[in-house]
RNA sequence: AGGGAUAUGGUGUAAUGGCAGCACAACAGAUUUUGGAUCUGUUUGUCUAGGUUCGAAUCCUAGUAUCCCUGCCA
């Protein structure tokens, strides 16, 4: 895993000994099963414990007895375990920790923190208000402890119907996070629940339940997607409340979608209702269970995890990554053999009897890369090259793939044309003397002559002995889509725009199963997504473990299918293509007009051609600017202040004389955020004499801006700091030159690139030295001796 | 509308005030008994406008765009 925003937080939280370890959990719903979309969000959270020696944890968040399974658990546990995950004995069950948290419930209700509401669910949700309204109590929140203990005991005990009563957090009903606004924390709900049984009537909601199974776990790090940001304040007033100690803290990634690709459960489950495709296991699906039975390696996917970073937006990615994961994990992993997906018969006239070739099972490429000098066997034992070898019969009657005979060949055919040569892989160049057809034009089979090595032939293509071929079915799967964004809303969209992943990458059965279905992703189908051809494949594979993988060269990557494969009945599967640069060639040549991509952010771009006037000031702020401006403050400056309140009152306290518009500018520019979140601690009037030492030339603007970050973080005056630190003074220069030259000696590479030409190195150069220097160094001169060391 | 999050080539991701880098894709060439693989090279980028600074992708202000929140789902 690639550093990101998260690893940077573990390891600050490992140095400063926050945690011993680090510790994750991947939390799935068992109500369906895992796809592409996970595995991302499984990945982050695995790898990073692994990345640092920490632990993780496989969790089931089962605590809807409407939605989990036990074959969705398994399922899902099972999928993990073949991506080569091993959480040891680190697997939980919500489910299997109800009386924990009750327990706090309970303790919740004690500490007068939560109440029982008895209100209906429309009620709550027009008590709740909206953006614009703040909530009103329910008549059932001041409720005393003592009665909502009572009336929590008997929720518990069945006493009540179903919705008839709710406990609820008390937080704050004015919230602006409408999170906040007194979530609930359990429900009625009288559902079988797969492994509690019929023991509950009340289940915990995700809010209540998963901040709670995190700290008992001893989790540490706790990501989930970005949706659930708004959930974290309540997340850290849980843990506040019950008072944990080493707590588990809540962080937030984006989501990672994947183009040509629908990830909505309820979708995926349309798909397989209609037909579109044969079952969950359907090798076009996005599931992981349908990625195995395509014959994608755990490793390639891991790969692909690996390649997709982690930030705090939510994107899509490109389609190729994930192929290319796949290929390149393939490359060096199938052996090389022939198969004739869709036959065409050839004679080869002066052949006489039936030959054995022995043709190797990797190119020579593969064989040179190879960092111990062997290859492998199908069977995985690794091998000298010169005996990774299988026979190959060579008969009169052959089979060539139909594509690669055309007797109109367009320009740049590089295979075998009438009266034209080409080579038969391994087994030497073929001339094609003369052709049949039949009544609707079609080549039905080509007579050819075998040549001697010293003919010449422009390509390459592939073949199998019609005699001696096995039989077997192919079949060719493509992308099941064909747009990028499938789940967009119009045809245009889907064609171009990457729209946001519309699923929820860890928590798998999170979907509101009670809206309408869009169907529209089912027009964008792929009537071609699966081919089946029969064909004739090289005996050599018969002997083979069954789950090998090939390259059928100049074809693709393919492997028995695992559920329909039969030794009398062979059926490969394609992994995946191999990448067609002729097809690339001629597709183009066909459709020049097929426009690119249409740039998504252009559009943006040039729109605001109007020019965006900033909102308008009102008259008092308008007279806040000309105050402001006559005392020296710059226009910007001065309108940026004049319409915050936070940063008018700290100037209120700053000297009016020679130095306000320094700090001023200090204000506008440095620390208004720290003003308006309250966590400035420096005063306006301790500012006045930095500001006099920078416009004394005594103290540099880093320096002087270094100081003032600190002091207002400490609140000690800026003036005593520079005194106590002996900031104040210029540097020497003698000082500066050795800073100078200290720096050239430890860059003598990039002092050679700078001069060769890179003159943006200079940055660097100054960079260097100001923090060799401690920032004391003044810019001008040490730029102006700075260019003329690097120049002499 | 209120609150929150985000914005770097075609795509994804680095750069934590100082060299805009990497991968995929694309294109060109070399090489090749796979129109594969490999190797070399090239093109393309900091949402917009202001400001602070010797220096801004990074800090400040405003704007724009996208996403999330107002379930007794997770």
Redesign the pocket.
Known sequence: M????IT?IIERDLQSGKYPQVVTRF???P?GYAHLGHIFASFLDFQTAAQYGGRYHLRM????P???TQEYADAIADDLRWLGWDWGEHLYY?SDHFEQYYAYAEQLVGQGDAYV?????D???RL?????TPGTPSPYRSRTPEENLDLLRRMRAGEFA?????LRAKIDLG?????L?D??L????RGHHYRAGDAWCI????????PLQDALEGVTHSMCS???????AIYDWLMERLGFSPRPHQY?F???GL?YTITSKRKLRKLVEAGAVHGWDDPRMPTLRAQRRLGVTPEAVRAFAA????????????L??Y???V??DL??RAP?VMAVLDPLPVTLENLDGPQTLSLPY?????V??SPDGLVALPTGERVAPEVAVRDVPLTRELVIERD?FNPE??K????LTPGGTV??????IIRADRFDVDDSGQVTRVYATLLG?DAR??????WVSAEQGVPAEFRLYDRLFRVPNPEAATPEDAQAE???P?F?P??????????PLDAGFMAFLNPDSLRVTRGLVEPSVTRDPAGTRY?????GYFWRDPVDSREDALVFGRIIT?????????Q?AEAPAKA??P????S??T??TE?????ALTPEQEAEVTRLTALGV????A??LA??AA?LAFLGGAAQDGTFA?VA??T??????GL?AGEVRVQAADLAPLAALLSDKKV???VA?DVLTRAAQTGEAPAAMVERENLAGGLSDEALSAAIAQVMAD?TD?VD?YRAG?T????????????ATG?K?D??T??TSLQAALNG
């Open positions: 690639a550093p990101n925003f940077e939390p799935p719903e109500s968040d089962d605590t809807n409407e939605l989990a919500a509401d008895s209100v209906t669910g009620e709550m949700a709740r208000g909206d953006a614009r179903d919705g008839a009563h709710v919230s602006p996070n409408m999170k606004r979530p609930v359990y429900r009625i709900l289940y915990p909601m995700y809010d209540f339940q998963h970005l949706e659930f940001v708004d959930n974290r937030e984006g989501r990672r183009e390649q997709i970073g982690v930030s705090r937006t939510n994107r899509t990615v490109d190729s990554v192929e290319n994961a290929r390149s490359n060096h090389r990797w190119p020579f490429d593969v040179r890369d690669d060949p367009p740049g055919f590089k295979r080579r038969l892989r391994g087994a030497g090595e032939a422009g390509g390459v293509i592939h990457p729209i946001a519309d929820d860890e928590e798998i059965g999170h979907e509101d199963e009670t809206k390259q059928f060269e100049r074809q191999l990448k067609d640069a002729w097809a690339k060639a001629t183009k690119p991509k740039a998504k952010v252009q943006q771009k729109e605001p020019k965006a006037a900033p909102a710059p226009d910007a400056e309108r940026t319409r915050d940063l320094q500018s200090w506008a520019n440095d620390l208004a955020p308006r540099t603007t880093r801006r860059h990039k690139a890179k943006a190195l200079l940055g660097f150069f100054t960079g260097q030295v100001m923090r920032g160094a810019p001008a040490l730029n």
